[in-house]
Each structure stands twice: as structure tokens, then as C-alpha cells.
């Protein structure tokens, strides 16, 4: 998790190496995600790597216990299976009431557990600059009241929630139509196929809906006070638009997503001549 947010910052202390892509070109790639927590470890110890770890298990435990409440409160009706084309409209009317209660769940627990995210976030990018303004959850909650009243709990909110909902409505109905018009009713692993479709189909959303994640975690940091979140490292941003247009003009609205296979963006006279 701390690899995966300080790629995500931009934080790159070791330099890239030099290797080849699937078509032999020579390409650099950025440490990986051993490499760059053996690093973390030589710096802050076995501890550094759990830095931010205790508020995020309270943000994730408070959006557990918020999504069963919100289930028990606003119950489903459950709707019969169908899956025949003859009952597309029923189908599908299932799977848009599904996927607004999932919605409304997942919006309601998403702004209950976000405080905690947006402290947990901030722990983790101290290590950029050796920083100790964030040492304990309720130090942080009263450090970013009295700095930032409210509001400060909540940065970053909206693109996060954004993320959520496009990734939900489009992972379910895209799985709907795959297994409405591509999967026949006569095949034999018809079943099997239908069960694997959304999961699938959660993998390759989740991707495109990355640069929400992405943008709401850097407004998470920026200006706070750490060396992180202000220039030279980071612009101060005036919203979370105004930061998604910066990251997208420099190419960077994917930086963070991969942890293995990480490719720096430099000119190709870079490269040495063999």
C-alpha cells in the first residue's frame, strides 16, 4: 500500500534501469514494487512499510460496518433470477435496481470512512519528507480541524465517489449485456462463464476508472503542510478538476497503477548507443 501511494506521488528515489520490451526495445522501468519496499525498509525499517496502517483498517472496518447498516436499513427486495433475452427488460431492470442500492451503499459508507483515509494517506506520504505532523489518529483529527475546519476530512471525496459510481453502474451493466447477448442459454458452461463475466469486467473498469483514485488520493496530501503536497513536488491545486487537468497535460493520470512493470517517459536520445 505505501509503495503502491508513494509511486502514486511521484516520489521516485531510486533511479530507473534499462531494459527491453516485448519488441526488444530498450525502455527504462522504475524500480518495482520489491525493490522499492527493500528500499523503504533500508530507510524507515520492517516498520516503515505499515506506516498509515492503523487508520486505514478503522477507514476499512467503518465502511464494513456502514454498508451492512445501510443493507438492513433500505433492504432489497430480491427479484427473481432471469437470464432468458425474452426478458431483457426485466433483466435489466433488475440489475439497475441492484446497482443503485449497491450505489447508494457504497456512497454513504464511502463519506463515513473518508476521514480516516484522508489521515491514513497523509501518514504514509510523511516518508517523502522525514515528516512527523501526522503521528496518531486522534492527533490527526485534531491537527486537520484546527488547519482546516471540516471540509479538511473531506478532500478528495468527490472523485473517489465519482470512481465508485462509474465503476459500478458500467462493471454491472457491461457484465448484464455480456451475459444477456454473448452467453447462450444452451451452453453447456453458460453458468460458469456468467459467473466470471462481472468479476472480468471489475478487473477492466477498475483500470479506466483508475485516474478518480489517483486524483483523489494526491488531493488527499496537497497543501497540507508536507513536503508532498507543495511545490516543488506538487502544484497547490484549486480543485480536483484542476488537478486531473494537470496530471493528464504531464501524461500521468495512470502513474501508480502498476507495481511490477513501471516505465519512465524519457526522450529515446536518452538511451545509450550499442
Known amino acids: 500500500l505505501l509503495t503502491r501511494f508513494l509511486s502514486q506521488v511521484g516520489h521516485e528515489p531510486l533511479p530507473p534501469t534499462i531494459g527491453r520490451n516485448v519488441l526488444g526495445r530498450k525502455v527504462l522501468y522504475?524500480?518495482?514494487?520489491?525493490?522499492y519496499a527493500r528500499h523503504i525498509v533500508e530507510v524507515d525499517g520492517k516498520r516503515g512499510l505499515f506506516r498509515g496502517l492503523t487508520p486505514r483498517l478503522i477507514s476499512s472496518t467503518l465502511s464494513t460496518i456502514t454498508r451492512g447498516s445501510v443493507k438492513?436499513?433500505?433492504?432489497?427486495?430480491?427479484?427473481?433470477h432471469v437470464s432468458n433475452k425474452d426478458d431483457v427488460k426485466t433483466s435489466l431492470r433488475k440489475v439497475v435496481r441492484e446497482t443503485s442500492h449497491e450505489m447508494m451503499m457504497q456512497c454513504v459508507s464511502r463519506v463515513v470512512s473518508h476521514p480516516l483515509h484522508v489521515i491514513s494517506?497523509?501518514?504514509m506520504v510523511q516518508f517523502v519528507g522525514r515528516e512527523v505532523k501526522y503521528s496518531g489518529v486522534f492527533s490527526a483529527i485534531g491537527r486537520i480541524f484546527k488547519e482546516e475546519g471540516i471540509l479538511g476530512f473531506f478532500?478528495?471525496?468527490?472523485?473517489?465517489?465519482?470512481?465508485?459510481?462509474?465503476?459500478?453502474?458500467?462493471c454491472n451493466l457491461l457484465a448484464h449485456f455480456i451475459n444477456t447477448y454473448a452467453v447462450d442459454d444452451n451452453f453447456?458452461?453458460?453458468?460458469?462463464?456468467?459467473?466470471y463475466t462481472k468479476f472480468v469486467m471489475?478487473?477492466?473498469?477498475?483500470?479506466?476508472?483508475?485516474?478518480?483514485?489517483?486524483?483523489?488520493?494526491?488531493?488527499?496530501?496537497?497543501?497540507?503542510?508536507l513536503r508532498a503536497g507543495l511545490p516543488p513536488y506538487?502544484?497547490?491545486?484549486?480543485?480536483?478538476?484542476?488537478?486531473?487537468?494537470?496530471?493528464?497535460?504531464?501524461?500521468?493520470?495512470?502513474?501508480?497503477s502498476s507495481l511490477l512493470f513501471r516505465r519512465a517517459s524519457v526522450p529515446a536520445a536518452s538511451f545509450p548507443i550499442d
Request: with cysteine; net charge neutral; proline share 6%.
Open 30 to 35: 522504475l524500480p518495482g514494487f520489491f525493490t
Open 72 to 80: 438492513k436499513a433500505f433492504p432489497l427486495e430480491d427479484m427473481e
Open 121 to 123: 494517506m497523509r501518514c
Open 155 to 170: 478532500v478528495g471525496l468527490v472523485p473517489h465517489i465519482l470512481g465508485d459510481v462509474i465503476f459500478l453502474w458500467c
Open 188 to 195: 453447456s458452461q453458460a453458468s460458469v462463464i456468467r459467473s
Open 202 to 225: 471489475g478487473i477492466a473498469v477498475s483500470m479506466l476508472t483508475y485516474p478518480f483514485l489517483l486524483v483523489g488520493d494526491l488531493m488527499a496530501v496537497n497543501n497540507c503542510g
Open 234 to 256: 506538487a502544484p497547490v491545486f484549486a480543485s480536483w478538476i484542476h488537478c486531473w487537468r494537470y496530471l493528464s497535460a504531464q501524461g500521468q493520470l495512470f502513474r501508480g
